[in-house]
């Protein structure tokens, strides 16, 4: 490494997640730059390995979780949906297309054509590697429509888009492939190296200080470009929210997702998961009017817990190909907005997780819903008798009600019995919350069309910055990245 750290190259790009590999990728195709660098702080495709199906527990992997961390992000190896474009739906569904509320940030600069071409491109890249060629979601229109007209009389949205499933083990597969594709054809990918802090000369971003992940007190060294792409995803949301604050990259005040993932039984969601695989439900709650909706759904899929920075312990879920449980999980997730003179959501949303780490001992509560309506924690024993057995082994049981806000479960009770009178069952008190599941997003960058933020030469990019949500809307906005530094040449 010692003979690089002096290197100058045409592009650094920092994080090797989807928007960032896509970033490569678009850049090869494009043939315009002779040196680009990838750096990712956690391991390639072909170290990552979670351990606790092994150990049968969370063994907080150091320096970084294997999940969150790596080679194609966290988002990678949970369940690897896909969500595609399919003309006859895109109108119906541009919120989720565009990937949520970041993704109206990417419309202010480029038409519906132009997104559609651009979701259409990328969706090729992924079947070019091996991505699932079935889309879920697109027959039975006449059943799913009938779905959608009785969630409407109960004031849901249910968003139908179509999607690829990779399932966990296949994304890995996928995944690997990229990395070999990127590493054969000239992009430098550079793992197990974090990145401290951005170089600028004149005001004008020039490279960046970095030390070996595994090595805190090794020798740190710069690399230099002429341009620098931050694509850090979720999992470096506070440290891009740092490296904005430090260099007075302009932001706006973001947002930040806070709820619990549900799990029931996969016979109750049997009709949305064979119509859809993932049904996206939407709604204004009535008591605040706040936004709540599904996300990551997973048949017949499996809890899991995630690691991030200060043992920070996240829930979320995955779903395999071939392996199986008998329960559906899902997220159930509450948009808290914040007004003048709050603008640090990412330090709310890590607060609350926190406080529910400390009621689990460092690790992720569940709790029973008949249990939160009668007012009390729930025990080993009332798990031990459930119907609905946990698939988060190592989850422990309690209360959750005592780390999140009240006005925020308020939201997800109200929602779940809305949802109830869609879905029976859905609200069915053995079906258990698990907390905390949380989305962190940096305060939105601000940036332009060309996605270069108010330093020169300095451009962002995927979920981390708040400009999309989700695999892929984040490589789409890398692919578009590319195509915009070689269209600035």
């Avoid at 320096?63 to 949970?78: E, L």
């Amino acid at each position: 490494m010692a003979h690089k750290q002096m290197q100058k190259y045409d592009i650094i790009i920092v994080g090797a997640g989807p928007s960032g590999i896509f970033c490569a990728y678009e850049l090869l195709q494009q043939k315009k730059f002779k040196s680009i660098l990838l750096i990712e702080q956690g391991k390639s495709m072909h170290e990552r390995a979670c351990p606790i199906e092994r150990a049968k527990k969370c063994l907080h992997c150091k320096p970084y979780c294997n999940i969150t961390c790596g080679f194609s992000g966290a988002g990678a190896f949970s369940d690897g949906k896909l969500l595609s474009y399919h003309k006859s739906m895109f109108n119906a569904g541009e919120e989720m297309y565009l990937g949520g509320n970041g993704g109206s940030y990417i419309k202010n600069f480029y038409s519906n054509q132009e997104i559609k071409d651009l979701l259409e491109y990328t969706d090729e890249v992924y079947l070019k590697f091996g991505a699932e060629p079935h889309l879920e979601g697109v027959e039975n229109r006449d059943q799913i429509e009938q779905l959608q007209a009785k969630a409407k009389k109960e004031k849901l949205d249910l968003v139908d888009i179509p999607l690829r499933h990779l399932g966990t083990e296949k994304s890995q597969e996928l995944y690997t492939k990229v990395q070999t594709y990127l590493e054969k054809n000239g992009i430098e990918v550079l793992c197990n190296v974090s990145v401290d802090n951005i170089v600028k000369e004149n005001g004008v971003a020039v490279g960046v200080d970095c030390h070996p992940s595994f090595d805190l007190c090794g020798k740190k060294f710069k690399f230099y470009a002429d341009k620098i792409v931050l694509a850090v995803g979720r999992k470096g949301a506070d440290w891009l929210s740092k490296m904005c604050e430090k260099h007075k990259i302009k932001t706006e005040v973001g947002s930040v997702d806070i709820g619990v993932r549900y799990e029931l039984s996969d016979s109750v969601m049997q009709k949305v998961n064979t119509l859809l695989y993932e049904g996206k439900f939407i709604a204004r709650t009535s008591t605040y009017g706040d936004k709540v909706r599904t996300f990551c759904q997973n048949p017949s899929g499996f809890v899991s817990a995630e690691v991030y920075e200060n043992n920070l312990t996240l829930v979320n879920g995955h779903s395999y190909k071939d392996k199986k449980s008998e329960n559906t999980n899902l997220a159930i997730l509450v948009s808290h907005h914040f007004t003048n003179p709050f603008d640090k959501p990412l330090e709310y949303g890590k607060n609350v997780a926190e406080n529910v780490n400390q009621l689990a001992s460092g690790g992720i509560l569940v709790q029973r819903l008949g249990d939160i309506y009668r007012g009390k924690r729930t025990w080993q024993q009332d798990l031990d008798n459930n119907k609905i057995r946990p698939t988060l082994s190592s989850a422990i049981p309690g209360d959750i009600t005592y780390a999140i806000g009240y006005r925020t479960m308020t939201d997800i009770l109200e929602f779940i019995k809305s949802v109830d009178k869609v879905v029976e069952g859905f609200a069915n008190p053995e079906n258990l919350l698990y907390a905390p599941e949380i989305k962190f997003y940096s305060n939105t960058v601000v940036v332009d069309k060309n996605f270069e933020t108010n330093i020169k030469n300095l451009y962002s990019i995927g979920d981390g910055g708040g400009l999309t949500t989700g695999l892929m809307m984040a490589s789409a906005s890398g692919v578009q990245m590319a195509r915009n530094l070689v269209n600035q040449e």
